[in-house]
């Protein structure tokens, strides 16, 4: 494996110790997408918002009843908690 210079490990370090935000981030630009999204497009949203989810740390559980319920003011909801 490749060394990496100083800043390129400051980068890493930074993106490891900001995971969350980014996922909360990246799930709130999906929710928006959702409310826009039709048909396949849906799904793919649906499959990417299901990514970012999981990186926030919200239980497996949870999502799938999201997901069923297809509702993204439902979602945007949960994620108010998480802001």
Same mark, same amino acid.
Do not use: C, F
């Given at each position: 494996m490749a060394e990496h210079s100083r800043h390129q490990e400051k980068i890493i370090k930074n993106y490891y110790q900001n995971r969350d935000a980014i996922g909360l981030q990246k799930a709130q630009e999906a929710v928006t997408d959702l409310y826009l999204s039709e048909g396949k497009k849906r799904a793919q949203v649906? #499959?990417? &918002?299901?990514?970012? &989810?999981?990186?926030?740390?919200?239980?497996?559980?949870?999502? #799938?009843?999201?997901?069923?319920?297809?509702?993204?003011? #439902?979602?945007?909801?949960? &994620?108010? #908690?998480?802001?």
């Open positions: 649906w #499959k990417r &918002l299901v990514s970012h &989810l999981e990186k926030i740390g919200i239980p497996e559980k949870q999502i #799938k009843q999201m997901q069923e319920d297809d509702d993204p003011a #439902k979602v945007a909801k949960v &994620l108010e #908690k998480y802001v």
